[in-house]
């Protein structure tokens, strides 16, 4: 995941003649885990981390450890 960021955030992407800053935020779960009992929890866990990297500041990943 943090390949992934980093590489998004060197690249130069360039819009009708202009400069544009991308960035990625990344949500990971990983199993096993206790609290991952499923592919709904599964999907659901990398949904929450997504979303507190998102609300961390962006440009980030965040990794569900439960």
């Known amino acids: 995941g943090e390949r992934v960021r980093h590489a998004v955030e060197k690249r130069e992407f360039l819009y009708e003649g202009k400069n544009l800053v991308v960035t990625v935020s ?3 779960a990983a199993v096993p885990s206790a609290a991952i009992r499923d592919a709904t929890e599964f999907i659901w866990a990398a949904d929450q ?3 507190q990297a998102k609300r961390a ?8 450890n439960r």
């Open 57 to 64: 500041g962006r440009n980030r990943l965040s990794l569900w």
């Open 49 to 51: 981390m997504l979303y």
């Open 26 to 28: 990344v949500g990971v």
